[in-house]
């Protein structure tokens, strides 16, 4: 194991008995958390009130569920309907808390690497922080003219008023134990998808009634790091991760003809040239968002053979119709792009 969070990792989908220490602090996690957001619901507590319409994507368990490519899709689809859309992020994963735009060349040290991942595949006005009101006034400040803010991730920041909720759900991934964090990967309890839209991140189309809303991943061709038209034939490689749920990485790998061996970091890794000394007689394999964080190590260390051996495998979200649709009803609700 590489890092202890993949140790509790593992035990979540082992479903481990050791986990039942952990139901007291579950208790009290959940028990706050619904106070919270009675709170704030209830005008207990002051939320930040946007002027223009903000839509929350997010999810209710912890690790990766697909939203980052689900919002890149969107925003590409908004834009091509004439949208002036923003993104806002946590920025997990950047030094400070304090807000801050995105830029082409930000770095994931000072904005987070999902960031710069969005950014960079879609040139979206974007900005970064703690305070979810203070991003939102920094985007608008810099970008008057928008039309919509959608909040990457946040669900649970009930500081933040929201005209719409979009919650991802991971047919692979599942529930778990259906428990509360610590004990269990959910961040709110299951019933709060009844609050909320629901995407279903699944290929298995069949499991669902012809409502639903799907979308699943589908990958392109490994490509170098560092650029070129080189390709990289199915062998034996090193998979390397530091996302949230790498088991779906690693599965495609191998459906894609790889011989993969696993190298799983924590989520939002901060890659360092020593965890590539061991990993150099084979190519290596990593995803979008790692490489990101990969190609920055490549610019501080431009001698390093390693990097002449990385290969990125880019993903796309695909999807359903119905997905487009509830999109064009929601703006047409905010009336937005009317």
């Known amino acids: 194991m590489k890092n202890p969070e993949l140790l509790i990792t593992k035990a979540w989908q082992d479903n481990s008995p050791i986990l039942i220490m952990l139901s007291p602090l579950s208790l009290l996690y959940g028990v ?9 619901d209830n005008d207990k507590l002051s939320k930040y009130h946007a002027p223009i319409p903000v839509m929350v994507i997010g999810n209710i ?34 030094t400070g808390n304090a807000p801050a735009m995105v830029c082409a060349d930000s770095t994931p040290i000072q904005v987070g690497d ?4 969005i950014v960079q595949e879609t040139n979206v006005p974007m900005a970064v922080g703690a305070n979810r009101g203070q991003v939102i006034d920094l985007l608008i400040h810099n970008h008057p003219t928008l039309q919509l803010v959608i909040s990457d991730d946040g669900l649970q920041h009930h500081a933040l008023h929201r005209d719409v909720e979009w919650i991802v759900v991971d047919g692979m991934r599942g529930f778990g134990n ?22 279903h991140h699944d290929s298995r189309a069949e499991r669902y009634d012809d409502k639903a809303l799907l979308m699943h991943l ?6 170098p790091l560092l650029g070129g038209d080189k390709n990289l034939a199915p062998q034996r490689v090193y998979a390397l991760s530091g996302i ?35 990993l150099t007689d084979l190519p290596i394999i990593t995803t979008s968002k790692d490489a990101v964080k990969l190609h920055k190590l490549a610019n ?8 002449d051996n990385i290969w990125v495998l880019p993903v796309q979200a695909v999807l359903s119709d119905s997905v487009y649709g509830e999109m064009d009803r929601v703006l047409g609700v905010l009336g937005v792009g009317f």
């Open 61 to 94: 368990t912890v690790g990766g569920s697909g939203k980052t490519p689900l919002i890149i899709t969107l925003v590409k689809y908004l834009q091509g309907k004439g949208i002036n859309v923003g993104v806002i992020s946590r920025g997990y994963g950047r």
């Open 32 to 40: 706050v958390g619904r106070v919270r957001k009675f709170l704030y």
């Open 218 to 223: 589908i990958p392109t061709k490994p490509i």
């Open 244 to 278: 949230g749920y790498p088991t779906r990485f690693f599965k495609t790998l191998s459906e894609l003809g790889f011989d993969v061996i696993e190298q799983a970091f924590g989520d939002h890794h901060v890659f360092e040239i020593d965890d590539l000394t061991d």
């Open 114 to 117: 999902e960031p710069c991942l």
């Open 178 to 199: 259906e428990k509360l964090f610590p004990q269990g990967f959910l961040r709110e309890p299951l019933d709060r998808l009844t609050e909320a839209t629901v995407i």
């Open 300 to 307: 501080t260390y431009p001698n390093h053979g390693a990097f």
